[in-house]
């Protein structure tokens, strides 16, 4: 293709250049061709990309119906409820509840509620009356010295790095105005989770931030002078992540400034990694003593666990040792497969732990 091109091309520049002399719109005409021609010099020349080497200007459009293939799917092909995992129809009710407009439909469902996957309600003749009172659950057992009456709507873990600074610190004080909590996420504890005023759940991951030495092992102490801050109401250990679990993840050198180093307490510029397992415990027993550890050292706040669920006979496993070491858990975060995250293989993120 890029034969022909040429082949057309250059006799056509040089009759322009010759007619140009005469005319106005010759000289346009060269001026458009001259540009193409050098575009199209570049094409050929670079080694990037295949299809624009052998596909010289014609290859750009291939990447512009790229670049715009999302939108088309979206606005021309996708039917309302056909979007995964998330349907238009649903995104746009939340679109209209937070903005306090009307969000009643006419005309009844839209959903095809004769297919093997319709899922519904089944609901009661008689219903109930319906509480006034705030929706609120009170976590912490008998072993917990400060336990926590929690919403049941609440900002689940999203990191400090992953969000920007307006992100998290807006977040927290949408968790101050609606009385519930924000949980860190595993970046740790940072000034803008703090700004807000905002119930805090601090989440422990492998990578031990904001509660580490410099060997990426738990330091109690640190983890001791931030987990008996008045705003931090629990704390919660994650074992396995929905999107990428047992994978653990890497934080590269070029996003560690300054700021993230100390809120991490990592090395400023060097890249970090998070392992896919804890070092703190390696096993059912030692999970438990490390909740019980982490409690003593929160002064008695309720401490639970994330974690997707993999192998059913390991998460039974920890429920029996529970009962027989009367060691509970306050609270237990199951994270889905389906689960999202800044990144992670596609081979994980498609194969790898059990739906919601």
Request: with cysteine; glycine share 10%; charged share 20%.
């Amino acid at each position: 293709m890029r034969g022909i091109f040429f082949c057309l091309a250059t006799p056509l520049l040089v009759g322009l250049i010759i007619l140009s002399q005469y005319s106005l719109i010759f000289r346009v005409l060269l001026a458009i061709l001259a540009v193409l021609y050098v575009i199209a010099c570049f094409d050929v020349l670079q080694k990037s990309q295949t299809i624009r080497r052998n596909f010289p200007i014609l290859g750009h459009f291939r990447y512009m119906l790229e670049m715009v293939r999302p939108e088309i799917q979206q606005y021309f092909i996708e039917s309302e409820t056909d979007g995964k995992p998330i349907p238009r129809v649903f995104r746009s009710i939340v679109y209209q509840r937070a903005k306090a407009a009307p969000d009643t439909i006419p005309f009844g469902t839209q959903l095809n509620v004769y297919g093997p996957d319709y899922e519904w309600v089944p609901h009661s003749l008689y219903p109930a009356s319906l509480s006034t009172d705030d929706f609120r659950v009170t976590i912490g057992g008998k072993s917990c010295l400060k336990p926590y009456s929690a919403s049941l709507l609440n900002i689940s873990a999203m990191s400090y790095g992953s969000l920007s600074p307006t992100a998290i610190r807006s977040l927290n004080i949408g968790a101050k105005l609606g009385n519930f909590s924000h949980n860190t996420g595993e970046g740790g504890i940072s000034p803008y989770h703090l700004s807000g005023g905002g119930d805090i759940v601090w989440q422990i991951g492998t990578g031990y931030f904001g509660c580490r030495d410099k060997d990426g092992n738990f330091d109690s102490d640190l983890f001791q002078q931030k987990a008996t801050k008045d705003v931090v109401k629990m704390i919660e250990i994650k074992l396995s992540q929905g999107a990428k679990p047992g994978h653990g993840g890497i934080l590269p050198g070029a996003k560690v400034t300054e700021e993230i180093a100390n809120i991490r307490h990592v090395p400023i510029g060097k890249t970090v990694y998070s392992p896919p397992k804890h070092t703190a415990f390696k096993d059912t027993t030692g999970l438990l003593d490390f909740v019980k550890k982490l409690r003593d050292l929160s002064g008695g706040k309720p401490i639970g666990i994330k974690l997707c669920i993999g192998r059913h006979e390991e998460f039974h496993e920890i429920c029996q040792a529970m009962i027989k070491t009367q060691t509970l858990v306050d609270f237990i975060t199951v994270d889905g497969g389906e689960g999202g995250t800044g990144a992670a293989p596609l081979e994980l993120t498609n194969n790898v732990g059990s739906p919601w």
